[in-house]
């Protein structure tokens, strides 16, 4: 119940296409879920993070789609730039043990090709 | 704003020695929480603070994983003796807690251990 799993493992979109990755979790009590992006040698950044009460939030060519019933949720990539290849987490996040405690997705390698 | 800042930034050293690795955490922020990333397990917790205790230290693998935080502005998490199978990459987070709200942690860069 405590697990995120996230697909695809790895992707290849070509530049200016649209890249999607999913993931779903099972534990009902999560009530946030962000997506990290990390490069080679640097560590995860947050890029954009929803919580279960709305379906959808969008920060330039980032989207998050949330699908509470499913238990779903995923990130799309519009217009995918070069730039944008590198590795991207999804995690679930609730209160528990007194902290908010993420469980990580296992990482999807996007390689956007120029 | 300075982000969170982990020392070294590589460490290669041989089998039994102690590493010791540093984390200054965001200003401001009360939660820190140390994680070790390999291709094989992923991201995985292994201990957090807040306002300086040790919370939640059930991810430490074994004895020889060991962390403080003496002040906010300062966590370690030493190992001793070091072995081979201890090689990662070892990240320090942030965030801050507030009641009732869910807020994003900060990493920061890492420091990929090497041991020999």
């Known amino acids: 119940q405590q697990q995120v799993k996230q697909s695809p493992q790895s992707l290849i979109v070509q530049k200016g296409g649209i890249s999607i990755i999913n993931c779903a979790y099972e534990?009902?009590?999560?009530?946030?879920f962000p997506w990290y992006q990390q490069f080679p040698g640097k560590g995860p950044a947050l890029l954009i993070a929803i919580r279960p009460d709305v379906s959808e939030k969008k920060e330039g060519r980032f989207t998050i789609s949330f699908n509470k019933s499913a238990k779903q949720f995923s990130l799309h990539i519009m217009d995918s730039q070069p730039g944008d290849s590198a590795t991207y987490f999804c995690?679930?996040?609730?209160?528990?043990?007194?902290?908010?405690?993420?469980?990580f997705g296992t990482g999807t390698r996007l390689k956007v090709l120029a | 704003d300075a982000g969170v800042i982990q020392s070294p930034r590589h460490e290669v050293t041989e089998m039994g020695q102690e590493v010791t690795l540093r984390c200054k955490p965001i200003s401001g922020h009360n939660s820190l929480f140390w994680y070790r990333q390999t291709m094989m397990r992923g991201l995985e917790l292994l201990i957090y603070?807040?306002?300086?205790?040790?919370?939640?230290d059930s991810g430490m693998p074994e004895d020889r994983f060991s962390a403080k935080m003496p002040n906010a502005s300062f966590s370690t998490l030493k190992i001793q003796p070091s072995e081979p199978r201890d090689s990662a990459v070892y990240f320090c987070?942030?965030?801050?807690?507030?009641?009732?709200?869910?807020?994003?942690?900060?990493f920061g860069d890492g420091t990929r251990l090497s041991i020999l």
């Open positions: 534990n009902t009590a999560f009530d946030y």
């Open positions: 603070f807040n306002n300086n205790v040790p919370i939640d």
């Open positions: 995690a679930a996040s609730k209160f528990a043990s007194g902290t908010y405690k993420y469980i």
């Open positions: 987070a942030s965030s801050l807690l507030r009641g009732g709200s869910n807020q994003p942690q900060h």
